[in-house]
């Protein structure tokens, strides 16, 4: 008894050690690179550097509340998280829809699958000139087919409106990124049972219950990642809106990222931009601290 | 769950299970079903497509005509200029190309293998302090990757006994301007463990334990039983860093400056001046940079195919 | 896109940390001093007698005009060899920057002029006046006293202009006789009217383009010619809600109301179209922006013309421009000097700037823009020209391009009926004074 049980520790130890060594590339490359940037970001945040000089005094926590007091940058706070919200469910829910669709046996199958992905790999010049002429307010073609429908009666500047901006930089970034939804929604249906399926079909079940009771529940992990990425990758967004709408008008589509990069570059304003790092690295943090205990990362197919 | 021995085999086939009965008609409903399906998909795959379809158009377009209006979207007087500029004499884009595959080949194999690894044992290993290990490459998605390259850029030049440098890492210009540079950093990301990670949760850890018993090494278990069933999630982790380093700009933009040892993206963006961007060149070079991502997307999302993964055979 | 000037490509963020240990940067350091300005003894520069590598920064330096002067540098100082490190324009001073922190600067590089006095405040750049008054090739006084403004710092020379251009009005002639207007606007009266004569939002035409997101840069001139000025001349104070700098301001954003709405949050590259379609018969750019009309609008080449912009007091513009720099770090400043003085002689400022036949830009040196054959073919840009003495708004202070910040965004407020010209003024100006003093 007692050897078997000695064995099976010393099996277990070993097991354990593998485990750390399969960790050991990561963690190595992860200290070198990222740690080490991530401490002197928060070393900075406590000085002022112009980044060309060696000069870098020591400025306390200036940086900090030089940010809380930013109105400009509080503006920015709202239009991220605005994005956000608006844009993270209509592109999961899409991307879902998309896949279901593309998952079963359907004529064109590859073909489809390949020309929804395309958004995520138009290189973004090329998306943004097109969607310019698609939102333009006088000869757009949205406003066109929108006059057409009558949904409409004079054209809409949706790029030039205050209140526009917003929603039309939303819709864009869901069209754009729906297709990686869709990818990360086709890998995760293909680890669901089959024989699930079949056996609901005999207990009676539609495809709706099919739907709601097997299929969304089972892809719980893919639908965390989704959200966790989605939500650390809109918080960072910028060039996919500054394109579009130069921050504009009037601030309304600024991203807290633009700052950062704001006062990095055009103003030399090194500590600054740090501090921005940090508090931004501090709201999403706590973001995703709450949304992995929403989902109790343990979570495994059951 | 109790299932028959022919459901079950038939189940282990790709494609959708057999329908419970036959049908010898389609109920109307589903005819309706069907269509409505095939509007959608067509409906959103020409709003997908509009962008890149204008791309290709504008690529065999004069500059006088890519910005007329109305709008070209067939050229009225195509031509293969742009692209004969690309391939004629004193076109770099032969280099660009090499340069650009074997970085991002390169890094995509080594993340597949290296990100599977670790997130094995995220998934699979029990072992003190893994909530909070997982925890800190997470945190890593949340650096702004920006922040990251001015103290990047420093860590490359000061690699000991690299590009000149001596034990002490000083003296040359280590990594910078090489391959080694770009790809290295670059070899194990948060994003694709995370992702790996959370299809590998739903392998039934009965297969593993039987392994076990047998006596089978972790890292046999590993890569004969738990790598073949996570086909479709390396396929998307496949599909989504290559297109990443393929399209990178920022990191080569830093990491290199020998004219010989630029990526695509990089050679693409000589192409936007200050104030005249060569729009038709930059679009023909477009269209030639994305074809490859386009290729690997189609060879690897063959794999999202029901019936390659899990069974739950005992 | 946007001008050069207001132009910032922000790059993947530069958080610079330094290694202490690679750079023994941990410590505070001392503030840079200033150097004092005043008279250079020349500093002699010979031919190097051994061979020479220099590496010369840029996103040009593929062109076949830079390739040719380069054949013709090497021939006259065979043992000088120049590497082109060739940057996206966009992205240029973000990587300069990047390698000043990594102590692996160029030895020269062209840079657009507004960055200049940036890496020259911060010590990056090698003060070029002792080299320059040892030389025989570059004139200094030959120099356009306003195209030199960019590459100056504390009243000395960092950079030497390679190429440059003034803001100048652009606009549609065809328009303007379908309106009955015989000529271009010649004052802010004129102006105004034209404009509102030339709109017809009905027809979606409209007077002229205005950008709210660069409405800080493109209101200076008419601050200036309004007689006012934001900052003073030596940069320490501000001046920006003086009543002839709320002149200028409110007459710019006032010419909102005859431009189009779709336009307003768009930039004057991006915004070229509606120039291009006609749906604004005035535009108020660069002269790259001729550039754009050749290559992009064929169809209206012969419909545009250009003038130069229109006055009150006095006539005024804004330059831009590129400058050649040599950094501090190079460690073969005298072949780097021959470098640039070469490429600053003039027969290499013709081969560049009048030599091209699609380059929009202004030689910056007065031997040659008084001479009638730097125009030909390119008679529009003579509009350009002849403002290059007009008067422009100086912005020494190293706080510009945040005050120019709070101005563009307190100025698209105007522009957007939520805010007076007045109060816009007013605003920026605390907000300068707060950052520079005085």
């Known amino acids: 008894m007692s050897r078997s049980r000695s064995n099976r520790l010393r099996h277990q130890a070993r097991r354990e050690w593998t485990a750390y060594a399969f960790l050991s590339p990561g963690l190595i490359l992860f200290t070198v690179f990222t740690l080490f940037a991530l401490a002197f970001s928060f070393y900075l945040s406590f000085h002022s550097w112009s980044i060309i000089e060696p000069y870098k005094p020591f400025v306390g926590f200036q940086n900090y509340r030089d940010a809380l007091v930013d109105p400009d940058l509080g503006q920015a706070v709202i239009n991220t998280a605005y994005f956000t919200v608006a844009s993270i469910p209509l592109t999961m829910a899409s991307g879902l829809l998309i896949a279901l669709m593309l998952n079963g046996r359907i004529w064109g199958r ?68 729906l297709g990686f939804a869709m990818v990360i929604y086709l890998a995760g249906l293909q680890a669901i049972p089959q024989h699930y399926y079949e056996a609901a079909r005999v207990d009676g079940a539609n495809s709706w219950q099919q739907l709601t009771r097997i299929t969304i529940p089972l892809l719980a992990p893919s639908t965390l990642f989704l959200l966790v990425t989605s939500v650390i990758g809109s918080f960072q967004v910028f060039t996919q809106i500054f394109i579009m709408t130069n921050g504009g008008p009037i601030g309304r589509t600024n991203t807290i990222v633009y700052f950062i990069y704001q006062a990095a570059f055009q103003f030399f304003k090194m500590g600054y931009a740090s501090a921005l790092s940090v508090l931004l690295m501090l709201m999403l943090g706590v973001f995703t601290v709450l949304q992995l205990r929403f989902y109790r990362i343990d979570y495994g197919a059951n | 769950m109790t299932v028959t021995e022919p459901r079950q085999i038939a189940a282990a086939r790709p494609g959708p299970p057999p329908p419970a009965r036959r049908h010898k008609r389609i109920s109307p409903a589903e005819v309706v079903l069907l269509v409505v399906r095939y509007v959608i998909l067509v ?57 650009t595959t074997l970085v991002a080949v390169v890094t995509t194999v080594a993340q597949l293998f290296l990100d599977s690894l670790m997130a094995y044992a995220f998934a699979k290993r029990r072992f003190p302090g893994r909530k909070w290990i997982f925890a800190l490459f997470l945190a890593t998605l949340l650096v702004p990757g920006q922040m990251t390259i001015i103290p990047n850029y420093l860590i490359l030049k000061h690699i000991p006994f690299a590009g000149g440098n001596d034990a002490l890492g000083q003296g040359g210009h280590g990594w910078l301007d090489s391959y080694a540079g770009l790809i290295v950093p670059a070899v194990v990301s948060a994003f694709g463990i995370f992702l790996i990670r959370q299809y590998m949760v739903s392998i039934p850890d009965e297969l593993l334990d039987a392994a076990r018993v047998e006596g089978a090494s972790e890292f046999r278990i590993f890569w004969s039983i738990v790598m073949p069933l996570c086909k479709p999630v ?13 399209n990178d ?62 069974t739950g055979i005992k | 896109m946007m001008t050069k000037s207001s132009r910032r490509w922000v790059a993947a963020a530069i958080s610079a940390l330094s290694l202490c240990t690679a750079l023994a940067a941990c410590s505070v350091g001392t503030k840079p001093g200033t150097t004092p300005a005043g008279k250079a003894s020349p500093h002699k520069v010979s031919t190097p007698t051994q061979k020479v590598t220099i590496s010369f920064a840029s996103w040009v330096g593929d062109q076949p005009a830079m390739k040719k002067l380069y054949a013709g540098f090497h021939k006259q100082y065979p043992n000088i060899t120049v590497t082109f490190n060739n940057i996206p324009a966009d992205s240029e001073a973000q990587k300069l920057v990047t390698m000043v922190a990594g102590g692996t600067a160029p030895d020269v590089a062209y840079m657009d002029g507004g960055s200049v006095a940036d890496f020259a405040s911060k010590g990056a750049l090698v003060n070029l006046d002792s080299y320059i008054a040892g030389s025989t090739v570059v004139k200094k006084d030959d120099y356009v006293a306003n195209f030199t403004e960019n590459a100056i710092y504390n009243g000395s020379m960092y950079g030497l202009p390679f190429d440059a251009e003034t803001t100048g009005l652009f606009y549609r002639k065809d328009l303007f006789e379908q309106a009955g207007i015989s000529g271009p606007p010649k004052t802010f009266a004129e102006m105004e009217a034209d404009a509102k004569k030339l709109t017809n939002p009905a027809k979606k035409q409209y007077g002229i383009a205005i950008f709210g997101p660069e409405s800080g840069y493109y209101v200076q001139p008419f601050v200036a010619s309004a007689g006012g000025q934001l900052l003073s001349d030596d940069g320490k104070k501000a001046m920006i809600d003086s009543p002839e700098s709320i002149r200028g301001a409110s007459f710019y954003t006032g010419l909102a109301k005859y431009a189009p709405p779709a336009y307003l949050n768009s930039n004057s590259y991006d915004g070229r179209v509606a120039f291009e379609h006609g749906e604004a018969a005035m535009y108020i750019a660069g002269s790259w922006f001729g550039g754009s009309l050749i290559g992009e609008a064929p169809k209206i080449r012969d419909k545009w013309a250009t003038a130069p912009l229109p006055q009150d007091k006095e006539c005024a513009t804004q330059v831009a421009g590129d400058s050649l720099v040599m950094f501090d770090q190079s460690k073969n400043k005298d072949a780097a000097w021959l470098w640039l003085q070469y490429l600053s002689s003039k027969e290499s400022l013709r081969t560049w700037n009048v030599g091209q036949a699609d380059s929009t830009e202004l030689p910056p040196i007065k031997s040659l823009l008084t001479d009638p054959n730097s125009f030909k073919g390119k008679e529009w840009l003579k509009s350009f020209a002849d403002m290059m003495s007009c008067k422009i708004i100086t912005t020494n202070s190293p706080q510009w391009g945040q005050i120019q910040d709070r101005l563009n965004s307190n100025l698209t407020k105007v522009v957007y009926g939520k805010m007076t010209a007045e109060a816009a003024m007013q605003d920026t100006q605390k907000y300068a004074t707060r950052l520079i003093g005085g």
């Not at chain 1, 929108?146 to 930089?169: G, K, T, Y």
């Not at chain 2, 709008?71 to 195509?78: F, G, R, V, Y």
């Not at chain 2, 031509?79 to 391939?87: A, V």
């Not at chain 2, 192409?271 to 490859?292: E, N, Q, R, Y």
């Open chain 1, 110 to 177: 590859s073909i489809f699958r390949a020309i929804f992905y395309l958004p995520v790999i138009t290189p973004i010049v090329v998306s943004s000139i097109v969607w310019k002429f698609i939102y333009n307010g006088d000869y757009g073609i949205l406003n066109y087919y929108l006059e057409r429908l009558r949904l409409i009666d004079h054209s809409i500047n949706w790029l030039s409106d205050p209140n526009l901006a917003m929603p039309a930089v939303i819709i864009m970034a869901v069209w754009n990124n």
């Open chain 2, 249 to 310: 700009f920022y990191w080569p933009l830093i990491v290199m400056s020998s004219p010989q040892h630029y990526t695509l993206s990089l050679g693409l963006a000589l192409f936007i001046g200050a104030h005249k961007t060569a729009w038709t060149l930059l679009m023909a070079g477009s269209v030639i940079a994305t074809i490859p991502v386009l290729v690997v997307f189609l060879i690897f999302q063959r794999y999202f195919v029901s019936g390659i993964a899990m």
């Open chain 2, 43 to 99: 409906a959103g795959a020409i709003i997908c497509i509009v962008p890149f379809f204008w791309m290709v158009s504008a690529s065999f377009q004069h500059e006088g005509d890519i910005f007329s209006w109305p709008i070209q979207w067939i050229p009225k007087h195509p031509t293969l200029g742009n692209y004969r500029s690309f391939f004629g004499s004193g076109g770099h884009i032969g280099v660009w190309l090499a340069n």
């Open chain 2, 234 to 246: 390396l396929a998307a982790s496949a599909i989504f860093t290559f297109g990443y380093f393929w």
